[in-house]
């Protein structure tokens, strides 16, 4: 009798055993390629593999926002040097409009903002504008070093890591072996430009690095002339909203003109209901002086 329970025992067990050794269900599958998507998407990749940088690049770049009923602009004098992507940023300041908007305190009870002693003071410190204006968004894989320059040293912990010969600044990236996206056509559109095909990419993994949502390809020269992204830089809320950035045509290359994102949220109170980043004025200098860009980050 003892002899039969024990047997029995052994045979349950085993049963269990063999029950939980079964394999696990496969995960769900990746999505088949579509053919002509992905012809689109090598070809806006192509695009960029071939374009032919001018040396160096002048610009205006302007932060602003909406908090409110009042507008916040700040505005930056930028010089770009294409050949190591070397970036410098002057902060243009009006003082009598900076100590205008820097007074004041807000009025909070338990962590709300109830009022402020300076409605027009900026509620924020706003990101120094970091983009290079020939950036692709992660279009393509950048390893080459960067070099950033700017005439106010910042202590802020939402940019990017200071980038370095050993640490290019990128944001995300595409080429690598495998599929990274899944790439869709939706159609075709008319933008401020022209006709473009629409393409939305949706990560098969790793969204966090691999942040295009949305790429508008001109038609007729393969061209990135728009494109919608998930984050910019690597802190919140500035990675954590979609941009939709905006390119300009200027001698035959594209140059960033715009990024926008909606409803950023700084903190327990304060919401920013839209922010552009415009790069404007654009000039083409044929020589800029190395020592410009000689104060690092």
Do not use: C
């Not at 053919?35 to 998407?41: T, Y």
Request: net charge neutral; glycine share 8%; hydrophobic share 40%.
């Amino acid at each position: 009798m003892k002899r039969s329970l024990f047997a029995a025992a052994l045979g349950t067990g085993a049963l269990v055993a063999a029950v939980g050794a079964r394999p696990k269900p496969n995960p769900t599958p990746t999505p088949l390629p579509d053919p002509l998507a992905e012809k689109l998407f090598t070809r806006a990749k192509d695009w960029w593999r071939g374009r032919k940088e001018l040396p160096y690049l002048e610009y205006g770049a302007l932060v602003r926002y909406k908090y409110h009923r009042y507008i916040h602009d700040n505005w930056w004098q930028a010089t770009f040097r294409t050949n190591d992507g070397a970036l410098h940023l002057e902060r243009l300041v009006v003082p009598e409009d900076d100590l205008k908007r820097l007074k004041g305190f807000p009025i909070s009870i338990f962590g709300f903002t109830i009022g402020d002693t300076n409605p027009e003071a900026d509620p924020i410190r706003v990101e120094v504008p970091l983009i290079e204006p020939t950036s692709n968004f992660g279009l393509l894989s950048r390893y080459q070093s960067a070099v950033v320059t700017n005439s106010e040293p910042t202590e802020n912990p939402l940019l990017l890591p200071s980038p370095s010969a050993t640490a290019p600044r990128e944001i995300g990236r595409v080429e690598t072996a495998a599929r990274d996206y899944d790439v869709r056509l939706v159609g075709d559109e008319s933008l401020r430009y022209g006709e473009a095909h629409h393409l939305t990419l949706t990560p098969l993994h790793d969204p966090k690095l691999f942040r295009l949502r949305d790429l508008w390809i001109d038609k007729a020269s393969g061209a990135s002339v728009q494109l919608a992204v998930d984050g910019i830089y690597n802190g919140k809320p500035y990675d954590g909203i979609r941009w939709l950035v905006r390119y300009v045509p200027l001698g035959g290359r594209w140059y960033v003109q715009q990024l926008r994102g909606d409803n950023l949220h700084f903190g327990l109170d304060v919401n920013i209901e839209a922010m552009e980043i415009d790069f404007v004025d654009y000039h083409f200098p044929t020589d800029v002086p190395r020592q410009r860009f000689e104060q690092l980050l």
